[in-house]
């Protein structure tokens, strides 16, 4: 029974290539405006998924709907709903930046009028205005990317698939990309399936991630949570007025959440490695008086959204896990 | 707007290569206006049915059957340019169906390939103009020789485009099939004068029948096998197409 509320739902989705499977019984549900990152190694399986959630290729097994519409029986009607921005190229080479958009536009039968407004719009807000006149031959690899991505926005569209949409952009280029998928998802409502390698866009754009690998799910949360429950230990680091203290540093070694303290020769500052950085300060307090030491800096360094998913990969047993 | 025509309009406007068109469009009008006249001197008046006509009219009239064979190798060129440029996945994943897009592809090759013949029907017009005959039969068989003849070769270079996957092989590959049509064909000599072995390729060449339906109509000079070349034409086309249709239909996207 397929649910038809969320944006994606998908049941023991696979796809076999040859007798190797590429996304193996792959079970998750994507909210309406929501901005959902998959996320995985090369090879793990991402790409593929977005291919059978775009109809482009049939699912070898398992169910699917999007948008509500049955991937198996209704795929014109969802690709009617959905914008789509491919991992490669994909460029109308006789065109120039200004026709390919406004062309794309009519592919979708977007009327003149408003084909006309969008692309004065996306020149500008993608920064194509210096080039709206240039055949998209002779563009370079990231101002062809940015074509690209701002094309998919001459329709409009209830769900959008990103698959690597930054790669090739600068900095500048790529958070001015990623703010103007937020503005859409918090302005318009759209949803967002987003893969990327960079973790950092992930967290910055994503309500939730699933992380695949070997074409499994092995965990679906929040960024937040996922660096909560597997991310490396925090460190909390701090220095002493009075430089060194072995007995501070045999006490703290002594207290449960910490796994590891050392002291950095170079600046004399001690490094403490724990779960739970919230606990340990105040306990860093209690016993520096104690000792009559006084504490002169204190830091957190925050695990990442890269350490969870280091981490995760490289322990993950191929279970489906929700 | 129509999808098909949505399709066909960016097909036109995305894909052509330009300088290949005015190649095309060049190409025959150099037989005409050059290589015509000159062996005109050497190479005596020619059969056309019941009709004898200077040899520079006879090729004059064969050579606008160029374009359809030059058109139909751009069914090929936009199918492959499109897989080779991410387009062909892009589309499928917009609101179009594979059958959509394969025939917008025959749709702008037809277009391309019978406004090609007329544009340089319109330029032949001062040598094809003493011996033109217009009729209602003759517009027929005009029409049908530069509908299925491009309808053929479209279909054939859509299917040629799908087994070969370099740009350079295609290209290759094409080329050489274009240059034995073309050569094994009446579009230069008339086959009944060819030798034996010619004789047979040729008069088993669509471009044989495509030519001799749009001299046949043009000139107002029917023969009985006339009718068989339009049948099998038509038949051969048909079949042609399907075979398109069915290489498209298994393009796999990995």
Known sequence: ?????????????????????????????????????????????????????????????????????????????????????????????????????????????????????????????????????????????????????????????????????????????????????????????????????????????????????????IQIDSPANLKRRFGSAKAVEFKLLEGTSDELARQIAGLDSVTKIAQDQETGSYRISTIKPEVIIPDLYRLSEKLGLKITSIYISETSLEDAFVSLVNNSTPEVSN | ????????????????????????????????????????????????????????????????????????????????????????????????????????????????????????FLIALPILGGGLQFSLEGIFFVGAALFLGTLLFGSFAIALSVVLRSSETFQIVSTFVFFVFLFTSSVFYPASKAPKPIQVISYGNPLTWTTDMFRAGLFHSFTPLLSLEVVTLAIVSAIVFGIAVLAFRRIRVQ
């Open chain 1, 1 to 217: 029974m397929l649910l038809p509320d969320p944006a994606i739902y998908t049941a023991e989705l696979s796809k076999r290539f040859g007798g190797k499977a590429a996304v193996d019984s792959v079970s998750f549900e994507v909210r309406r405006g929501e901005v959902f990152g998959f996320l995985g190694p090369n090879g793990a399986g991402k790409t593929t998924t977005i291919k059978m959630l775009t109809t482009l290729i049939p699912p070898s097994s398992g169910d699917a709907s999007i948008l509500g519409f049955d991937l198996h029986s209704q795929a014109k009607k969802i690709r009617e709903r959905i914008g789509v921005v491919q991992q490669q190229d994909s460029f109308d080479q006789g065109l120039k930046v200004d026709t390919s958009l406004d062309i794309y536009g009519l592919l979708w039968d977007t009327p003149q009028e408003e084909r006309r407004k969008r692309i004065s719009e996306l020149t500008e807000r993608f920064g194509m205005e210096e080039y709206r006149r240039k055949p998209t031959v002779d563009l370079s690899a990231g101002q062809r990317r940015r074509l690209q991505v701002a094309r998919e926005f001459m329709h409009d569209m209830d769900l959008l698939f990103l698959d690597e949409p930054t790669v090739g952009l600068d900095p500048i280029a790529r958070r001015a990309v990623l703010n103007f998928f937020r503005d859409k998802v918090q302005k318009e409502g759209l949803t967002i399936f987003f893969t990327t390698h960079i973790l950092e866009e992930a967290e910055y754009l994503c309500d939730r991630v699933a992380i695949i690998n070997y074409g499994k799910i």
């Open chain 2, 1 to 120: 707007m129509n999808s098909y025509l949505r399709l066909t309009y960016r097909n036109l406007r995305a894909n052509l290569d330009f300088a290949s068109l005015f190649f095309e469009l060049i190409f025959p009008i150099f037989f005409i206006f050059v290589e015509g006249p000159g062996l005109g001197g050497v190479a005596g008046p020619v059969s056309v049915g019941n009709l004898t006509v200077s040899y520079s009219l006879y090729l004059a009239a064969g050579a606008v059957t160029l374009t359809v064979i030059n058109g139909g190798t751009n069914a090929g060129t936009q199918l492959w340019y499109d897989r080779k440029n991410g387009m062909f996945e892009q589309l499928l994943m917009g609101p179009f169906s594979r059958a959509q897009y394969i025939f917008s592809i025959i749709l702008a090759t037809l277009i391309i390939g019978i406004a090609g013949s007329l544009i340089v």
